[in-house]
């Protein structure tokens, strides 16, 4: 790997091509670079943007922009824009991810390396990365939508368009950090979601298809729920128990929360249990006690509808404000574990836990107070 010009900075790339250096826009064009046609409004949108001058006088923070080049709607010569954007405001380094686990080494050494910043570009699975290498640390995280759903860009009051969340973080230059929760499950940080059971083998599914998750989104994710729920959840389910509070409750899944929403279908919110926050010091979430045929219409309406609480479900069993929750196998069958939408692996024993302000985050602090940005 390629030592970045900053000093003490990780691999510098740019692109696509492993190695390839990043480069702002200028360069790019005269190296004959062209844009992709179907980027062109928001390429030149972001070449308006650094032209922009910083305000004089204070020192720029130093970022470190982490790439997923194969995250949904990543393209090379955007990151490059987006680079020389971002440069207008901080002292920026760039790098692409290579495989999987390599942000959350990236960011980790920039925390070690003394970065301010670091800007996890690229989808849900690219910022959970980049959350588990600066949990505990002092540097803060941001992050620019990349992916499918984008779920923490919404949280954090960040526009799912590249260019208006551009412009917001130039806008959050001189802004102090402000803290976050953070959850965990055994060895891995969460930012917002994860789950044991039905909707981790969903996941599993969809991650195993990452062209059709690309092309049809939310709708592969509600085909792919339904194909496992008949696959897997018709007869002898594998089931889990929920120890809260003193209690078990015996079910076919468990969601919790770091934060609300749970999730995004398109643009609208997947809400689940209402009382965790951001900032709150505690996890919620819900049982699913069981699924068949005749419960999963009338959830899934729940999920969706605006005014209807999915918790007030027969089958459903809510829990609020914990700091520390186990599931484990009902029948020593191992349990699918998905983490802000990424498959983690079949687990016998699940221990979810939060870390208030674990994490620190550029933000807007009143958006990123709220149940959740459209």
Request: charged share 20%.
């Amino acid at each position: 790997m390629a030592a970045g010009e900053g000093a003490g900075a990780p691999a510098v790339a740019g692109g696509e091509a492993a190695g390839a250096p990043a480069v702002s826009a200028g360069e790019a064009a005269a190296a004959g670079a062209e844009p992709d046609p179907g980027s062109a409004g928001a390429e030149a949108a972001l070449e308006r943007l650094a032209d922009s001058a910083p305000e004089p006088g204070r020192r720029a923070p130093r970022m470190l922009v982490i790439a997923n080049p194969y995250a949904t709607t990543m393209r090379p010569r955007l990151v490059q824009v987006v680079v020389a954007a971002l440069q207008t405001h901080y002292e920026v380094d760039a790098v692409d991810t290579r495989r999987p686990g390599h942000a959350t080494e990236l960011s980790r050494e920039a925390a070690r390396d003394g970065y301010d910043v670091v800007l996890a570009f690229g989808g849900d699975g690219t910022v959970n990365e980049v959350a588990n290498g600066l949990a505990g640390t002092s540097t803060a995280l941001t992050c620019l939508p990349g992916g499918a759903t984008n779920v923490y860009c919404r949280m954090l009051g960040l526009s799912t368009d590249v260019v208006d969340a551009t412009a917001h973080i130039l806008d959050l230059a001189a802004t102090p950090p402000m803290q976050v929760d953070l959850a965990r499950v055994n060895d891995r940080w969460f930012t917002f979601s994860a789950g044991a059971g039905l909707d981790a083998a969903v996941v599993a599914r969809v991650d195993a298809n990452p062209r059709l998750k690309a092309r049809f989104g939310p709708w592969f994710y509600a085909q792919s729920a339904t194909a496992t729920f008949l696959a897997n959840y018709i007869v002898n389910p594998p089931r889990v128990v929920a120890e809260v509070g003193g209690s078990e409750i015996t079910g076919v899944s468990v969601f919790v929360q770091n934060a609300q929403p749970y999730t995004y279908f398109s643009r609208r919110p997947v809400r689940l249990a209402e009382g965790t926050r951001i900032d709150s010091g505690d996890i919620s979430g819900v049982v699913l006690t069981r699924a068949n045929a005749l419960d999963m219409p009338t959830i899934t309406f729940r999920l969706l509808a605006r005014r209807v609480r999915v918790e007030r479900h027969r089958r459903v069993a809510a829990f609020d404000g914990l700091r520390e929750l186990r599931v484990r196998s009902f029948d020593e069958r191992p349990v699918p574990v998905q983490v802000d939408g990424d498959y983690i692996g079949a687990h016998e024993d699940a221990l979810f836990s939060v870390r208030p302000g674990g994490l620190f985050v550029l933000a807007d602090e009143g958006l990123a107070r709220r149940p959740g940005a459209a």
